[in-house]
């Protein structure tokens, strides 16, 4: 199985602030990434998928890049409502994975 | 609007079996795969099956390979988790997802198993 390793696991910000988010891959999978937002208590959402590319909807300020093992999430200027656990997945084997996840908060 | 309705879920014994219902409404389902993803408490993300659009392909991950059974019934728009022998550790809340290509596009409230004596 591909093992996804998402850090920091934890990662304090002040609202304003930009900040990025790794995702690791055990193996190369190429652009095979995508990456999610869950509120507490809430559904997790679509933000990026295949590594960088955009979703209806989702505001401009989240963005993502990388390829073969190393991929990002990148929040610019962050907002009280990103405050959130955000999620990796692979899809380059048909066993999905996620990552175990980051989460933002509030410094 | 795209929407995805489970329900079958509560409280079993271990060992027991419980079978999910997934209503979805919004697109025409016949044409996407379909997943369940779950997440125990407090815990992070678990993709559990994914299904072609016609039924005939099935994945699974070993946690579940065996024990669990997904299905489809494109004339009701409806997906289905069957799940036999159930464990402590299949306690979660179960999503119910729309599969795009081989991400999750929409998901559900989701619905909690809890497995307990």
């Known amino acids: 199985n591909i093992v996804l390793t998402q850090s920091p696991a934890t990662l304090s910000v002040t609202p304003g602030e930009s900040v990025s988010l790794s995702c690791r891959a055990s193996?190369?999978?190429?652009?095979?990434i995508h990456w999610y937002q869950q509120k507490s208590n809430e559904s997790p959402r679509l933000l990026i998928k295949y590594a960088s590319q955009s979703i209806s909807g989702i505001p401009s300020r989240f963005s993502g890049s990388g390829s073969g093992t190393d991929f990002t999430l990148s929040i610019n200027r962050v907002e009280s409502e990103d405050f959130s656990i955000y999620y990796c997945q692979q899809s380059y084997s048909s066993l999905y994975t996620f990552g175990a996840g980051t989460k933002l908060e509030l410094k | 609007e795209v929407q995805l309705v489970e329900s079958g879920g509560g409280l079993v014994q271990p060992g027991r079996s419980l079978k999910l219902s997934c209503a979805a409404s919004g697109f025409t389902f016949s044409n996407y795969y379909m997943a369940w993803v779950r997440q125990a408490p407090k815990k992070g993300l678990e993709w559990v099956a994914t299904?072609?659009?016609?039924?005939?392909?099935?994945y699974y991950p070993d946690s579940v390979k065996g024990r669990f059974t997904i299905s489809r019934d494109n004339a009701k728009s409806s997906l289905y988790l069957q799940m036999n022998s159930l464990k402590s550790e299949d306690t979660a809340t179960y999503y119910c997802?729309?599969?795009?290509?081989?991400?999750?596009?929409?998901w559900g409230q989701g619905v909690m198993v809890t497995v307990s004596s």
């Open positions: 193996q190369s999978i190429s652009t095979s």
């Open positions: 997802a729309r599969v795009g290509t081989h991400y999750f596009d929409y």
């Open positions: 299904i072609s659009t016609s039924g005939s392909r099935t």
